[in-house]
């Protein structure tokens, strides 16, 4: 399922603002992209950018169009996803985020967002099913859009140089801040670059400044190639994720078969969705990837790593142990004190907590049940036993929806 909030990452990952060349200062711009999961082709990507202005200042405007189509395959049931979503916004020369409206559909449901810098931070609202949410971020200085808007500008004057590292300033919602992200300048090299032809039909070969992003809280990178006109060839990101710039037939050419993908990982062998166990011995298998290093697997209160071996060449087997784990003592009374919780309380529009349909669900499971402990388990045998088993037909429901 893809996150539908906050919407400043989807426009990173799925849909990157080029940066305007001086000499097409007058005239819309467009590129294509297509996008790959695990090397399975699943959609396309068009961006759209021209002069503009906002609030009375000299903007560029982005339109990012992005078409998905995919199979969800959870335990042999398999659902076709299909989503158009379209990115506006308007930034400055130097990536800069004024203003940006985000909405995505499918299957005839509509969901969107507005974030619109005031002066003293930004404003938020969503909306879903008539369910709105509305945030305040205050912030002292506007974010950047992504960084290859960010880098745009300084490629192309020649002021971005192998070695270099910059300080990525973006909108974090969900910490009601900014984060700032790394941004480190690797190598440059020279990459197809299939959205130009030569004589022959082959894909011309550019220069590029390959950029590594990371993320401070996961720890997570992205991996860009821009050209010397500051915009993206190719992107890398997690979970497998690919964009790669093509001509506009090549992008918008579909599968014959849409691409289907797993939500949960197949075992030998094959265990039950829903067992009890004290311990499971386990062997992770993992894919080498000459960019990024293997991922780190810490031990915790219920797993641990016995021995990591393997190559990038040959894979990585990590053997770990799985244990059962709880704390009995650990119980807590309703009400609950929600001092320091309200932001991981409120309502949302695909969690509307406040809403009187989920409130009397809850009313009647929990009834007057005062321990916490007992009342998340009511609520799990309730959504486990009583709710109807169907397939949405979108990939993230509601809780309006699923009741």
């Known amino acids: 399922p893809r996150p539908l909030a906050p919407f400043l990452l989807l426009a990173l990952l799925l849909g990157f603002a080029p940066a305007l060349r001086a000499s097409e200062s007058s005239v819309a711009t467009e590129r294509w992209y297509e996008i790959r999961r695990n090397g ?29 189509r995919s199979v969800r395959n959870m335990m042999g049931i398999r659902d076709v996803f299909e989503t158009v979503t379209r990115i506006d916004l308007e930034r400055g ?45 205050p912030l002292d200085a506007p974010v950047m859009t992504d960084s290859e808007s960010f880098l745009g500008a300084r490629v192309r004057a020649g002021e971005v140089a192998v070695g270099d590292t910059f300080d990525l300033r973006q909108l ?42 990371r993320d401070p809280r996961s720890g997570g990178t992205t991996l860009i190639w821009i050209d ?15 964009y790669h710039r093509l001509a506009r037939e090549a992008a918008e050419k579909a599968p014959v078969r849409p691409a289907e993908f797993r939500v949960t990982t197949p075992s030998t062998p094959v265990l039950e969705r829903i067992m009890s166990a004290d311990r499971l011995h386990l062997d992770l298998h993992l894919r080498g990837d000459a960019d990024r290093p293997l991922p780190e697997v810490t031990d915790s209160r219920f797993s641990r790593v016995v021995n990591v071996r393997g190559s990038d060449e040959e894979g990585w087997v990590v053997e770990m142990v799985l244990e059962k784990y709880d704390e009995p003592d650990a119980t807590a009374t309703l009400p609950m004190d929600t001092d320091g919780l309200e932001r991981h309380l409120e309502a949302t529009v695909l969690m509307p907590a406040g809403h009187e349909d989920v409130r009397a669900v809850v009313e009647r499971v929990v009834g007057e ?21 169907q397939s949405p037909d979108v990939a993230q429901a509601s809780a309006l929806q699923i009741l």
């Open 93 to 137: 020369d130097d990536g800069t985020l004024w203003w940006m409206k985000v909405s995505v559909e499918e299957a005839g449901r509509i969901t969107s967002s507005e974030t619109r810098w005031t002066g003293s931070g930004y404003e938020q609202i969503t909306r879903l099913d008539g369910q709105e949410q509305k945030l305040v971020i």
């Open 40 to 68: 399975e082709k699943y959609g396309h990507s068009l961006v759209v950018w021209a002069p503009s202005t906002w609030a009375g200042k000299p903007t560029l405007h982005d339109t990012t169009t992005i078409t998905e």
């Open 172 to 213: 974090d919602v969900a910490a009601r801040g900014a984060l700032v992200t790394k941004l480190e300048v690797l190598a440059r090299e020279t990459l197809p670059d299939a959205s130009l032809l030569d004589e022959e039909g082959k894909a011309v070969h550019i220069e590029t400044l390959k950029v590594r992003e």
């Open 228 to 242: 010397d006109d500051g915009a993206f060839v190719k992107l890398v990101g997690e979970g497998g994720i690919t």
């Open 369 to 389: 049940e005062k321990d916490a402990r007992q009342a998340a388990y009511a609520l799990t045998r309730f959504v486990h036993e009583e709710l109807e088993k």
